[in-house]
């Protein structure tokens, strides 16, 4: 099975910041990576697609790069709605691994 | 707009049954893969079990395979998972998630809200 790494675990970051989030594949997945976002007591809602591609109706600050085992998701200014947990995802197996999540905190 | 609604969780104790289902609509149900994936308290998400449209694919990852079993049933837009043998670690939240079949691969667009199981003696 593909396993999905990501860092940090938590990222403490202040209103206006830009932040990034790292995910690791331990094969490579070519593009077929996604980022969600989760907020307590809800499901995970889909920010990017195919490592970039942004979702209808997501934020344009946003941002999704990579290909191959090593991938990124940048917030280029932290907004108060964006304090959440995000997790990256392969689907390029069956089996859609998932990241064990980075939860973007208030500093 | 896509719905989908999950039903059936509840408390169970250890080696009981549960069959857990999620009512889909908004969309073309039949034409697309479903999913469930979990969520035990405070933890991350754990894809487990994916069905192809015609239920020709069935894919289940390894902490419950022999154990639990996905189903779908076109005609009633609806998508099921039979767990058997329930054991503590499978305490969590359920969640039904949509994944388009098109041409190439597509991540889960849709999700349900989610069902609790708890798995308690």
């Known amino acids: 099975d593909i396993q999905m790494t990501q860092s940090p675990s938590t990222l403490s970051a202040s209103v206006g910041d830009r932040v990034s989030i790292t995910c690791r594949a331990s094969q490579s997945i070519s593009s077929w990576l996604a980022w969600y976002q989760q907020k307590p007591g809800k499901a995970p809602k889909l920010l990017i697609y195919k490592t970039f591609s942004l979702e209808s109706g997501v934020p344009s600050r946003f941002s999704g790069s990579g290909s191959g085992t090593e991938f990124t998701l940048t917030i280029s200014s932290l907004q108060p709605d964006d304090f959440a947990t995000y997790y990256c995802q392969q689907y390029n197996s069956y089996s859609k691994t998932f990241g064990q999540g980075t939860k973007v905190e208030i500093k | 707009e896509v719905q989908l609604v999950e039903s059936g969780g509840g408390l169970v104790k250890p080696g009981e049954s549960l069959r857990l289902s999620c009512a889909a609509s908004g969309f073309t149900f039949s034409r697309d893969t479903m999913n469930w994936v979990r969520q035990a308290p405070g933890k991350g998400l754990e894809w487990v079990a994916s069905?192809?449209?015609?239920?020709?694919?069935?894919y289940y990852a390894d902490s419950v395979k022999g154990r639990f079993t996905i189903s779908r049933d076109n005609a009633k837009n609806s998508l099921y998972l039979q767990m058997n043998s329930l054991r503590a670690e499978d305490t969590a939240v359920y969640y039904c998630s949509r994944q388009f079949a098109g041409v190439g691969e597509f991540p889960l667009d849709y999700w349900g809200q989610g069902t609790l199981v708890t798995v308690s003696s």
């Open positions: 069905i192809t449209s015609n239920s020709h694919s069935i």
